[in-house]
């Protein structure tokens, strides 16, 4: 066993394989009562030996609907505490090592730090200060309330890395030396966090996987409170929310959000330009300079929507006819099917129009960032994961990647999703260049410059390729 001192108490956790990890330590007051639709508080300090050996509650939640409940497992521990983080270290000593803080996905609605392939076990074999975060989901995280601040998930995320800023030097971390890593949401989160004040100074590096800076305005957020509200019967409030049985909440929540997905659309939750935590659009905001100072490493995979679209048969209804009325419906150009027909000759109607919303959606805003990052202080470097998983015919589907970053393909979600076959060279060499970026020495390809380098991981294993100009101009100005 290893115990800890922290500013609220010492911790003990357990040695696992040689390396010290400790599990659902309270980063923030149980967000319960008054405090349920709060900014998160400081954590009660205790008395004696706190035991972190077992991962802590996880935000109230649904599991993810069919089909995608069997490829995306999604732990859920109960209990109210659910502000609590884990770390994975080589030993609680001074070594004062980097640190890299996990911010999993989950479209502001699932996950948590608890999913297998999030073991921080490699990171801390290499020399890495491992943590992993829960916070708030759903309405009781990114609802929008008169009553109540908004983006309360992401204030928790910022509570967060207060805590590692004040306590990871007794797992042997050096708090000057963060970097922050997420997927989907949260990459999402990771690009508002290079937005807001609120955040400043707590990070020197960040990593988007899959996720690009987006927020929205409170009128269009409350449309998703004010359908969970109808369904319950309440008044679409912080009061009347929380009078509300969580069950039925719940209930209401997974009604309300049926059918919306990230790519796809429809009903579902964001972060919201408030004018406090996030005081501008953080795609304007980085755009004009508020990641200056701080490297980036950003990228996706080269065939995103395949899981959304494949697994319950999407792509295949996806007609001729759906095609054109999802271009007319998102003003994409005209000519948009012809030039990516041109490109994918055999590809259905359904998988040119995932090529699309992929590139609009994710490829596209993360290149125009980096475009507007290139020259200026904080350097920018940009990937594609391009293994195709035999599976199910994903291809490089969203989420594939985490298995290959973390280097935990033998972890049950990541057989899922890659299965047994996966190469083990390609994990080693995508991880290794998250642990170099973290170290500060650079992933270990050339910054992002006029030329558009990408290193692709493929299945060819990894080489840097030039991502193209023509088409995105062309179509997503």
């Known amino acids: 066993m290893s115990v800890v001192e922290t500013r609220c108490g010492r911790i003990r956790g357990s040695v696992e394989d040689g390396f010290a990890v400790f599990r659902g330590i309270p980063y923030a007051a149980a967000p319960v009562g008054p405090l349920r639709f709060a900014p998160p508080a400081p954590v009660p300090a205790w008395e004696g030996v706190l035991e972190a050996t077992a991962f802590g509650p996880t935000a109230p939640k649904n599991p993810y609907a069919p089909p995608l409940d069997a490829l995306l497992p999604d732990p859920e521990v109960p209990g109210d505490a659910c502000l609590n983080l884990n770390v994975w270290t080589a030993a609680p000593d001074d070594a004062a090592r980097p640190v890299m803080v996990w911010i999993h996905g ?12 999030y073991d921080g076990r490699a990171f801390a074999r290499d020399g890495v200060v491992l943590v992993s975060v829960n916070y708030r989901l759903g309405i009781e995280g990114f609802g929008v309330f008169p009553d109540a601040p908004a983006n309360l998930g992401l204030r928790d995320q910022i509570a967060a890395l207060g805590w590692i800023r004040d306590n990871i030097r007794s797992f042997g971390g050096d708090p000057g030396n963060v970097t922050v890593f997420g997927e989907s949401a949260g990459a999402i989160s990771i690009a508002a966090l290079l937005a807001s004040p609120h955040a400043e100074g707590l990070f020197r590096r960040a990593v988007l996987q899959s996720g690009a800076p987006s927020a929205v305005d409170r009128s269009r957020a409350a449309r998703t409170t004010s359908a969970i509200a109808e369904r319950l019967g309440v008044p679409a409030t912080a009061a009347g929310f929380a009078r509300a049985d969580r069950d039925r909440l719940l209930a209401a929540q997974r009604s309300a959000t049926a059918g919306g997905t990230p790519l796809t659309g429809g009903l579902g939750f964001h972060l919201v330009v408030d004018g406090d935590v996030l005081p501008e659009d953080p795609a304007t905001a980085l755009a004009a300079g508020a990641s200056d100072g701080i490297d980036v490493l950003m990228g996706g995979t080269t065939d995103e929507y395949r899981l959304w679209f494949v697994p319950g048969g999407l792509v295949e209804r996806i007609g001729t006819a759906t095609l054109w009325a999802a271009v007319l419906k998102d003003r994409a150009p005209w000519r948009a099917p012809g030039v990516y027909r041109a490109s994918m000759p055999d590809a259905s109607p359904g998988e040119i129009l995932g090529a699309m919303i992929t590139d609009k959606v994710l490829r596209v805003p993360l290149n125009r960032l980096a475009d507007a990052r290139s020259g200026r202080p904080g350097r920018t470097w940009v990937y594609e994961f391009a293994w195709p998983s035999p599976l199910h015919d994903l291809r490089a589907c969203h989420a594939l990647e985490i298995g290959f970053v973390f280097d935990t393909l033998d972890s049950p979600d990541s057989l899922l999703l890659a299965g047994p076959t996966a190469p083990r060279h390609l994990a080693r060499s995508m991880h290794s260049a998250w642990v170099a970026f973290a170290h500060g020495d650079g992933p270990g ?26 088409r995105e101009r062309r179509l997503w100005r």
Request: proline share 8%.
């Open 106 to 117: 989950g479209a502001l609605r699932n996950g948590s730090s608890g999913v297998p392939s």
């Open 445 to 470: 390809w050339t910054e992002w410059n006029a030329e558009r380098p990408v290193m692709t991981y493929g299945a060819e294993g990894a080489r840097v390729l030039l991502a193209p100009r023509d």
